[in-house]
């Protein structure tokens, strides 16, 4: 009965990983106004995610498992040694619950009894609905609001909403369930990439059916939320997945070419229809293009003030926006936002202290992939972990938000797994 119910929580949050529903005790301001990062909140799916991790009973690890878990937890000794000495408590403390669910989804997927397959083809079969949402969304220009499935109304004639701007159009992008479309396209662009992991075991029609559906209806959803960081991530992934094959002389499974075909000819039928809305997410002068590098920039430039404030342990997990407020109040909450750079931003927030730490996570990792490298886990984990990379460098919500968190652990979870797959060939 306590496995039955692990399963059920652990399918659900993982399932319902994509919808934000979450119940919010408080809202802090920052400048003249209340700040998205300031709202006190619990996702209903850490709710699961506790509740699986408690019915999953003791983890059974792989030595080297056992040991990148260590490591994980000292850096999360140093997340908390911030959190002691910051001056935004409150939000610190909402925060470090959001990074401690997010480590027990990581040892669930650490666990050697946990299915990767099956991790994949739930991520994919969540982002369904939000990916007929995005469509909706796309097609309308708006949004209706639901307390239930946690979405807020959105209007593409409303400031402050996410859009492409032509020189003769205004169309809003895809926000699925979540709170931007950037983050919208990196869920959809790592669940791209673990679907491209799982086809290698595929071996039942009916499966190939559904899976080639999936990458169809994904690729042209990472089209729509035009995400930049989400393109690039993807696209660096996959020509180093390529690049790996070729070095080691291996050619992906025959039945992975009729899908990849589909999941091309999905990206060009999409960039067929919006190639104007494309042409401009990469023209700077456009309005709304050179708002966006300029606000990046600037953020850029402000990264010393709040990093030299305290840079052995930082301003503390959550405190960068308020650490930017307390330099230069005054102005609206919307202007007050983290630096669109994960690594930046969690250097800022913990410190060097914490910085140095989770590189070491990294590097454990990248020495385990350097093993298999000839492997199929070395060369999908290596490429997975350049997708976050890629995103990571360019938007800050692999540490900044709940989503992101659980997106970071969720995907850094399988590049640990891919990396132990030590007697899997192609």
């Known amino acids: 009965m306590k496995l039955k119910l692990f399963h059920i929580f652990f399918s659900l949050s993982v399932f319902l990983l994509p919808w934000q529903t979450r119940y919010i005790f408080h809202t802090l301001s920052a400048g003249e106004g209340m700040s998205e990062y300031g709202v006190l909140s619990i996702y209903v799916v850490e709710i699961l995610v506790v509740l699986a991790y408690l019915l999953r009973g003791r983890l059974q690890l792989t030595p080297g498992a056992e040991k990148l878990l260590k490591a994980v937890m000292v850096t999360m000794g140093a997340v908390f040694f911030s959190l002691a000495l910051s001056h935004v408590v409150t939000v610190g403390w909402f925060h470090v619950l959001h990074v401690l669910t ?14 990767l397959n099956r991790l994949s083809f739930l991520l994919a079969l969540g982002l ?16 209706g609001a639901s307390t239930l499935l946690g979405l807020a109304t959105k209007d593409v004639a409303v400031q402050g909403v996410a859009v492409v701007e032509t020189a003769t ?3 809003m ?16 662009a790592v669940a791209l990439m673990m679907l491209a992991w799982s086809i290698r075991s595929l071996t039942s029609k009916r499966l190939l059916w559904l899976v080639g559906s999936l990458v169809v209806l ?17 696209l660096s992934a996959l020509v180093l997945l390529v690049a790996q094959m070729l070095w080691i002389r291996k050619m992906p499974p025959s039945r992975a070419v009729p899908l990849m075909t589909l999941g091309l000819v999905s990206v060009l039928i999409t960039l067929g229809i919006f190639h104007n809305q494309l042409l401009a997410r990469f023209n700077p002068s456009l309005h709304v293009e050179a708002t966006s590098i300029e606000e990046r920039a600037s953020q ?48 800022a927030e913990v410190g060097m202290l914490g910085f140095v730490l989770a590189a070491r996570v990294i590097w454990l990792l990248w020495k385990q992939l350097r093993l298999n490298r000839r492997r199929a886990g070395g060369v999908f984990g290596t490429s997975l972990l350049a997708l976050l990379f890629v995103v990571g460098f360019f938007d800050h919500y692999l540490w900044s938000l709940w989503p992101g968190l659980a997106l970071s652990a969720l995907a850094l979870g399988c590049v640990a797994r891919y990396s132990f797959e030590e007697t899997k060939h192609f």
């Open 300 to 347: 850029y430039t402000s990264f010393n003030d709040v990093y030299f404030t305290s840079t052995l342990v930082g301003v503390g997990p959550g405190g960068y926006v308020f650490a930017l407020e307390s330099l230069d109040p005054g102005h609206e909450a919307w202007s007050y936002q983290p630096i669109h750079n994960t690594f930046l931003l969690l250097m």
């Open 218 to 234: 994904l690729s042209a959803t990472l089209i729509m939320t035009f995400s930049r960081s989400a393109w690039f991530g993807l």
């Open 173 to 188: 992008r895809a926000y699925g369930s979540f709170p931007h479309p950037n983050i919208f396209g990196g869920y959809v």
């Open 128 to 143: 369904v609905g939000p990916s007929l949402l995005g469509v909706c969304q796309v097609a309308t220009g708006s949004s």
């Open 102 to 115: 997010a480590f027990l989804l990581f040892s669930l997927v650490l666990d050697e009894r946990t299915s």
């Open 169 to 171: 159009s205004r169309m």
